[in-house]
């Protein structure tokens, strides 16, 4: 019998936040507990633990702002400690699509001994360029399991607690938001570990979202909160090339990144300038090791 708890990782979002965990607790195979681990500078979220009264649910106060990474690292941590064999890596905005979700998960983590982590949808990484590429739709046409590079944020990640008491190896809170992820899921590929996924369960959400045949990405515009998550991308995406001796992947993103602000100025001045302030103060920031949550204008 596997011991299996889940984490959600919150940020003042308490009015979300019960229906994220009544519809985990809905999963055919259910966590033993969920630990809530709290971002937030309100008391508003813990109250709302306490009302819930539910004892398969443990509040944990950070006390302050650590971001995904550093939420993340606690969760795992605190669970592999108390013997879990697998962790639920979960988001109080991104609960489990179907109801069966856990328990195929689950299936597929325990057909692999060196099985490091499962999700419901991964993609392939390129150490050489430095890119994420996509699954192909062609590749999960037929029935089995699929050998991915990293599972993002928000696709039900699943992570074997064994390996994390072993390697020690969490998400770095330093980097805040951004390819955390990402970040994990090399070193622990780095170890041996195996990211696997569903292939026919993986189609199911792409055909669910609507996500087959997506045309190329056009390059657009962006919103400013798009803007301030591509500063941590840029900052965090060098920070991890540089410390996992991806040399030629780091000098790929760190040219392409340059370029791509040049583009921007197709959409006016103000649209370049911007990107080029936002560019040169990730890689600013980088250089001199100002990582963590940044205030920053756009």
């Known amino acids: 019998m596997i011991k299996f708890a889940g984490f959600i990782m919150t940020y003042e979002r308490e009015s979300i936040l019960l229906d994220t965990i009544q519809r985990i607790f809905s999963q055919t195979v259910p966590p033993e507990k969920i630990l809530i681990v709290d971002n937030s500078t ?44 697998w962790i ?16 195929i998960l689950l299936k597929t983590a325990l057909s692999d001994p060196k099985c490091g982590c499962v999700g419901v ?31 993002a944020g928000g696709m039900s990640k699943i ?22 992820e990402l970040d994990f899921d090399i070193k622990i590929i780095n170890l041996g570990y195996k990211l696997l996924v569903d292939k026919k369960f993986y189609l199911k959400h792409r055909l669910n979202f609507n996500r087959l045949e997506l045309p190329s990405r056009t390059f657009q515009k962006k919103s400013k909160s798009a803007l301030f998550r591509e500063y941590y991308s840029t900052r965090n995406i060098l920070y991890i090339y540089y410390g996992n001796k991806l040399k030629r992947a780091f000098l790929t993103v760190l040219f392409y990144s340059f370029f791509k602000q040049i583009l921007r ?18 890689f600013f920031h980088f250089l001199s ?8 204008k756009i």
């Open 42 to 85: 309100t008391n508003h979220t813990e109250k709302l633990i306490k009302d819930f009264n539910n004892p398969k649910v443990i509040y944990h106060r950070v006390g302050y702002n650590s971001g995904p990474a550093g939420a993340a690292g606690i969760g795992l941590r605190i669970l592999a400690d108390e013997g879990y064999d």
């Open 265 to 282: 100025f197709k959409h006016g001045f103000r649209a370049g300038f911007t990107g080029f302030k936002l560019f040169f103060l990730a």
């Open 289 to 296: 090791g100002r990582m963590g949550h940044r205030k920053i």
């Open 159 to 180: 992570v074997n607690g064994a390996m994390i008491l072993k390697s020690g190896i969490v998400p770095e809170e330093k980097l805040f938001y951004g390819f955390e």
């Open 88 to 103: 639920y890596w979960g988001d109080d905005d991104d609960p489990p699509v179907f109801e069966d979700t856990f328990e």
């Open 121 to 151: 949808v991964g993609q392939f990484f390129n150490r050489k360029t430095g890119f994420i590429n996509r699954v192909s739709d062609a590749e999960l046409q037929s029935e089995g399991i699929i050998e991915v590079d990293t599972i």
